[in-house]
C-alpha cells in the first residue's frame, strides 16, 4: 500500500463517500427507523394518534406463539444449512478432486447456472412436482402401478426440499472454493504417511476447508430464517413462520410497528448468533 | 474504451430508451380496479364490451382479503378508482377516510337495487351512499361430490375425522372465526364466546391440509385432489362447476352460513372519477350480470331486476331466492375495533399451534 | 483424494443424481409451460397457447419491462460507487478503513426481509413513498457489496507500481487511472456489472416491498400471479427468462474462466 502523501485524506474520501452516502440513507438509516418505528403503537399515517408504547415487544414476550415461531424457523435454518453441507459438501469434493479439467469447469457452470433462473419459478415448480397429480405422482403410479396417492406438498419436508433446492448451490459454490486451494501434495504426503481415507477427509481436507464451510452456512442460515415465500408456497398449514408473519404485518395486517419490532428482534438475534460464532471459531484456531 | 460505446452509439441509445420508457407511462383513459380476482370485474368479455362503449381501458389490482384490501387503499393513496368492499367494511373504509360518495344521479341502473340493498345501512351513511349495492352471496363451505354420495347438510362435517388431512380453510381470521361462531351457534358479529371458538378452531386443524387464499388456489388444490372438502363462497362455488366445470357442490347447512353483501366503491382522490361511475353502471347492469351468471357463475345481483332475468333453475334464483333455505344465514355487519383485533389473534396463535 | 474405480464411478453417479436434482423443477416448468391444463394437470396437453398469451399480457410485459430497466440503472450506478470503494481501499491506507469494509456486510448479511421492510417504513415517513425510484435505491445498496468484493479480488493482481510509473512519467492520477488501472481490472469490472445485474433482475423481497400496483417488477408480479392466480403465461415468462439468463452465463463463461 502506499500513501500518496497529501492526498491520503481526500482521496479515499471522495472515493468512498458516495457508497457509504448511500447506504446510509438505504440501509442504516431505514433500520433505525424500524427500530424507532417498533415502539410505537400504531402506524402514523392518516389521521390516527401515535404514541411512544412498549406494547409490540410486550405482545411478543407475552404470546407464547411468537416465541415458538422464532425457534422454528430458527431450527428451520440449521436444517437446511445441515443439509446443504451434508448434500452439497461432497458434491464440492468430487468435483474438485476427482474431475479434471475441461469437464471440471463445464460441470461448475451446469452447477450455477440454475442460481440466473428466478428463484419464485422454481418454488412454484416443486409444487407441480409434489403435488397431487404431478410428477412424482404420476410417475410413481406408472412404475407401481396402484401406487395410489403420493402428496409430499403441504408439509414441512416441502419447505425442506425447497430450501434446499434453492441454496445449495451457495454451499457448493463456497466449500468448492476453499478445497481447490488445497494443495494436493499435502493430501499424496498424508496418503504415503499411511493416512486412511476418512482420516484424510477428517482431519485434513475439513478443516482446510473451514471458511468456505462457513462461508456458504451464513449466506444459507441468514436468508432461510427470514423466508416467506417458500413455507407459504410449499407449506400449507406448516408454512406458518416468523417470515410470513412479519410479511403479514406489512401487507395484510397493516400492523407495521408490531412488524417492526419482530423483524427487529429477529436481527438481534441473528447478530448474537454471528457475534457468537465468530469467537467461537476464533478460539478453536 | 471499446467503439460500441462511441458517442453516437450513446445518443441513439438514450433516444430509443426514452421512447420505450414513454410509451410505458403514457396510456389511454384507463380506469383502475381493486378487487377479488376472477370476480366479475376483470372478465374479458365484460371489459371489452366496456372499452368498446365508452374507450375506456380497465386495470385491475387484485387482494385476497379484506384487510390486504384496506391496506392497499391505506399506502397508495390516489391511485385507485373503483374498489370492491365488503359492506361490512365500508363503514371502516369511509371513516378512515378511503373512500369518497358516490353520486348515485350518474348510474342509470342505481334505482334498480332491490331496496333493502341500495339503502343497506352500511352502504348507505348520512343520507349519502359509499358504496353502491352489488352482489350478495353466503359462505359456507363445497364439497367435491364425487366423493359424497350423500351431500352433507350440516357444518359439523368440517371436523369429522373420517375427514382427516382432506380439508381446506381459507386463511381468513374472520371468516374462519364467524363460520366457527356458526358452528356453535354464536352471532358472527359478536361472538359470546371468543374461548370457545378458539378450542374448536384447534381442533379443526389437524383436519386441515392447506389453506386456500383465493379462487384459482382454490380451483387448482381441487383439481389436484388436495382436498375432499373446504370452505368457500357461493358465487365462486357455482363459477367453478360453470367455467371449470368441476364436480362442485355448495352446501348451505342446517346452522346456518355467513352473508355478505358486496359494494362496489370509488376511492378518495380518484384519477378517473367519472370513469369509475360508468364502470360501476355496468357492473350493476343487467346484460352484464345476466351473462355473467349464467355462463360463468356469479352470486345473487342486489339488482333485482337483474336478479328476475335468471333462468328459475338457476342457484341464485332457486336457493338463494328460498327464504326457507336461507332462513339461518347471518350477515357480516361492521365488527368492533377490538373484537376483530382478537379474531386475529386467535388465527395467528391457531396457525401457529404445532 | 484416493482414487479407486468405484470411488470413482460412485462419485459421478452422486454428482450426476445432484445436478438431475437441481433441474427437476426447471425443467417440469419448461414442459408445463406447454401443457394447455389450465390448472397444470397431466397428462400434458401440448400447445403454444400460454406463449401467444404472453404477447399480449400488457401486465407481465410492463413487469419485465420495469426489471430491466430498474437492473440497467442500478448497474451502472453500484458498479461506478463500488469499483471507486474497492479502488480507494486498494491504494490507500487509513484510519477507520476496517470499520469501512465491515459496513459493507450488513446489505448481505441481514436477511432481506428485514432490510427491505425498513426501507418501505422509512421511505413512507420521509416522503419517498414505493415505486421505481426507490426500488432502484434498494437495489444499488443490495449490489454495492458484491461489486467491491468482486472488484477487489480481481485488483489483487494488479501492480500498483504501474500506475506509479504512469503518474512517474506526468500522468494525473485521474488520466493513470482510466488509462492504466482501469484496464487492468476490466475483466473484474465487467463480471461485477453482470453481477448486480443478475443480483437486479431476481431480487424479489425488496422489490416486493417497495412495489406500487403500476410499478411491479416481473418476480413480484410472478409471485403476485402465483398468489391471487393467474394463467400459466407465467410458466412460459419463466421458461423464456431462464433460458435467456442461462444463455447469457454460458456465453460470459467461455470468456471468463472461472478457475484460473
Redesign the interface.
Known sequence: MIKSGINTVKGPLSLTAPTYLWLAFTVFLPLSAMFFFSFLNDAP???KDVSFSLENYEAIWN?Q??Q??LL?SFRLGLEVTLLCFVIGFPCALILAKNIKGHWREAIFVLIILPFWSNALVRIFSWTMVL????IIEVMLNWIFPGYG?F?F??TYQAILIGLVHSYLPYMILTCYVSIQAIDDSILEAARVLGAGRFMILFKLIIPLSLPGIAAGSVLIFIPVVGSFMEPRILG??EG?FIGT?IEDQF????NWPLGAALSFLMLFIILMIIILSNSLSKRLR | MKSILGSMSIRSLIMSLIM??SS?IIHAAEV?V?NW??YGTDEKWAVEAFTNKTGIEV?H?????E??M???L???PG??DVVLINSAFTGQAQS??LISAVDSSKIENFNDLSPGMGGNPNLVMNGKVYGVAWVWGVTSFAVDSTRFSNIPDSIEVLWDKKYAGKVSVRDDAVEAVQLTAIALGQDINNPSDLNAIKNKLMSL?SQ????W?????W??FF????FDLATYWSGSASRSKTA?KLPVEFVIPKEGAIGWLDGLSVATNAPNSSGAHKFIDWMIDPDFYVKWDTEVGAPASANAKANSMLPSSAFNRAVLGNPQKVSKVQFMGPMDDKIREEM??IW??V???? | MIHSKSTDLYSKIYLFSIIIFLYLPILVMILMSFNSS????LPIDWTFDWYVELAGNKKLL?AG?NSL?IAFVSTIISTVLGTCAAYAFFRFDFRGKRILQILLLPPITIPWLIIGTSMLIFF?WVGIG?GIFPMILGHVALSIPYVVIVVSARMKSFDIALEESARSLGATPLQAFFKVTLPWIFPGFFAAGLFAFAVSLDQFVISYFLA???ERTLPVEIY?AI????TPEINAISTIIILVSMSILLVVSRYHRFNR
Open positions: 399515517f392518516g389521521n404470546k406463539f411468537y415458538i415461531l422454528k403435488r397431487g397429480n404431478g396417492d402428496s406438498m403441504f400449507g398449514r406458518t408473519i401487507t395484510r395486517v397493516f | 420505450i420508457i410505458v383502475r381493486l380476482q376472477g386495470v389490482d387484485y387482494f385476497n382479503s384487510q390486504e384496506l391496506t392497499k391505506r399506502t397508495t391511485y385507485y378512515e377516510g386443524k386441515v391440509r392447506t389453506y387464499s383465493s379462487e384459482d388456489e380451483n387448482q383439481s389436484a385432489d388436495e371449470f386475529l389473534e395467528q396463535e396457525k401457529a399451534s404445532q | 389450465k390448472f397444470y394437470q410492463k419491462m430497466i413512507f414505493r406500487t400496483p403500476g403476485t398468489r391471487k392466480g393467474f
